[in-house]
């Protein structure tokens, strides 16, 4: 049978690193890329008596999460520890949530081609990382570096309510935006801070009952993701088309031969003794901190949204792709106010910074200069130092190195001329190497006077000031 003739069912669940100060229980550092081993002490290390203490911000950050998704927020949550053995867990269990998370019965409103769509948020619970190892880098050893071995997590899991890869990727990049915006995490995909357990299944068309589920774990890309579930789709058709039955399975993608192997069968939840931790308290919240958290979320993207229309009178488009990320559309406001041309400022990031974003496969949180920067731009467009073209690739500079707009023109020569007799010069050397243009302007050829420009730019490498040369041909043509 055809693909059409099946429905597709995902549903995620995404971890995401908490940007806390310290770890979940000790007060080791979470700062990513330290040497390994260095952010330890005896807790996340797993010594022997050593005790957890629940860091206060981890329940806080995990309640906005809840909250800035719809969720009803548990009063008495506690932790269990979920055992399981693999050598970058050094106690040999996890401490987790199991059955009272922090947030439950949530969901975020997703937009896609087909509309808006709720997706069911089934649960947020706390939990702390593993540690990371480390393979073939000494000869083919694997060492382990508990760094990571205690960073707070939350795991968000999703109802089964994706039908499509549109859907995916809406609602992850949904998702991530909420956490940003809210500041919990810095939601940096390269550095695993938001990664995903991606679960697909099939069924025929119109069958109510979910079909068998297979699991790609830790997918930190939107491009794998997308990949590796329409992979899984075919796959998954290929084998009921042949009589097969789906296994239930832990599946690996690997992003080079855009394939999926089997990693293991899938554990049934008793398999991991899941038990209350007895080293930790029940969380016990009070109306009023929820209600003082509740009052601390900050604008969420739709009212910024909004507010970009009514305030900005942006474009839905423009305002949409501002606002989708927290990092964009605090660049835009704080570069507008250093330069306070904000039309500019959005034409700026709109067009050239988000297309090297993406020529670099980098997300907005990269971006390595600061509104100031790009506010300094503008700022030397608007006084006439620099001519938009050269603001392009002051823009690509930045990209490259952090200096200040005016000190980089300065170093590669790119102030614009517009000295006028600087300018009187230049056209008269144009006109003089340009005989026959001259003569199609001079019998009513109007376009010869752009050529001329354009042979006057080319000459300065594009530092003429434009308006400068334009209104400078004309009067000498006149002549
Ligand atoms: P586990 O933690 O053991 O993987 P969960 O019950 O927490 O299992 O569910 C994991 C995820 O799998 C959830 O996001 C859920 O929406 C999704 N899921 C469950 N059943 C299916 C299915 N038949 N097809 C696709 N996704 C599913
Ligand atoms: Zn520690
Ligand atoms: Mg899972």
Known sequence: MSRQEYETV??????????TKTKIFCSCPTKFGAEPNTQVCPICMAMPGALPVLNEKVVEYAVKAGLATNCEIERNSKNDRKNYFYPDLPKSYQISQYDKPLCKKGYIEIETSQGKKKIGITRIHIEEDAGKLNHDEFGGGSLVDLNRAGVPLIEIVSEPDLRTT?????????LKSILEYIEVSDCKMQEGSFRADVNVSIRKKGETKLGTRTEMKNMNSFRSIIRAINYEIERQIEVVDKGGIIEQETLRW?????KTFSMRDKEDAQDYRYFPEPDLLTINLSEEYINNIKKSLPEMPESRKQRYLEEYKLSEKDAGILTSSKYLSDLFEK????CGNYRAVNNWIISDISRILNEKEMEASEIPFTAEHLGHLVKLIDKGTISSSIGKKVVEELFENQKEPEEIIKEKGWIQISDEGAIKEIVQKIIESNPQ???????????????????????????????MLNKMFAEELKK
Not at 10 to 19: F, Q, T
Not at 254 to 258: I, K, N, Q, R, Y
Not at 443 to 465: I, S, Y
């Open 10 to 19: 995902m549903g995620l669940e995404v971890h995401a690193e908490l940007s």
């Open 335 to 338: 570069a507008s106010e250093v």
């Open 254 to 258: 690997d992003e080079v031969s855009g």
């Open 437 to 467: 243009s001259v003569m199609d302007y001079k019998a009513g050829k109007d376009r010869a006077l752009g050529f001329l420009v354009g042979q006057a730019m080319k000459e300065t490498k594009g530092k003429a000031n434009p308006q």
């Open 166 to 174: 549109e859907e995916v990727d809406a609602y992850l990049k949904k």
